[in-house]
C-alpha cells in the first residue's frame, strides 16, 4: 500500500504542496487520493490571471497544475515512493476556465511498470464533462532510494 494513502489530509498537504515552493505559491489543494488516482484545486487567485478582461486563469499555471498532478499519481500504487520526471507532456486547452474561478484537476494511471508512467489528466471549472485542459503525460519512474525494497 502507498504511503500516500496513509497519510492524513495534512500530512499530505505537506508532503505534495507545502514543501514545494511553488506548488504552495499556486495555491494548491490536494482534494483526494487513492490508488490510481489524484485530484487537486488551483483555486482562482487574481496573481495568476492570464486575460484581465475576461478573469480567467492563466494557461501556465493550469499546464504547471496537470504536470504536477499527473507526475504524482503514480506515487498512490507505490509502496515505496520514488522520483518521477516529465518526459512528455501534451495539454490541449480546450476553453478559458469561467470567470473567477479556479480549476480542478483529475488524473488517472493509463499504465505503470518499472521505469515508465502514463497518466491522463483533465483540468475543469466545476463540471468534468466541460474540460477547460486535458493532458496527456510520460513520465520516467525512478529506482528507489538505496537499501530500500522495489
Do not use: W, Y
Not at 10 to 18: I, P
Not at 75 to 88: E, K, N, S
Request: glycine share 6%; with cysteine.
Amino acid at each position: 500500500m502507498s504511503p500516500l494513502l496513509r497519510f492524513t489530509p495534512d500530512e499530505l498537504q505537506a508532503f505534495m504542496v507545502t514543501r514545494i515552493p511553488f506548488n504552495e505559491f499556486n495555491g494548491l489543494k490536494v482534494v483526494r487520493v487513492a490508488e490510481h488516482e489524484l485530484v487537486v484545486d488551483l483555486p482562482f487567485d487574481p496573481r495568476l490571471v492570464g486575460d484581465a478582461e475576461a478573469n480567467a486563469l492563466h494557461e501556465g499555471p493550469i499546464t504547471t497544475l496537470l504536470d504536477t498532478v499527473c507526475g504524482s499519481v503514480p506515487l498512490t500504487v507505490m509502496d515505496v515512493l520514488r522520483r518521477t520526471a516529465t518526459l512528455d507532456l501534451r495539454v490541449d486547452f480546450l476553453r478559458n476556465a469561467g470567470p473567477g474561478l479556479g480549476v480542478r484537476c483529475e488524473t488517472r494511471i493509463v499504465s505503470l511498470d518499472d521505469h515508465i508512467a502514463t497518466v491522463r489528466g483533465i483540468a475543469h471549472d466545476g463540471d468534468p464533462a466541460r474540460p477547460v485542459a486535458v493532458a496527456t503525460a510520460t513520465f520516467a519512474v525512478f529506482s528507489p532510494p538505496p537499501g530500500e525494497a522495489p
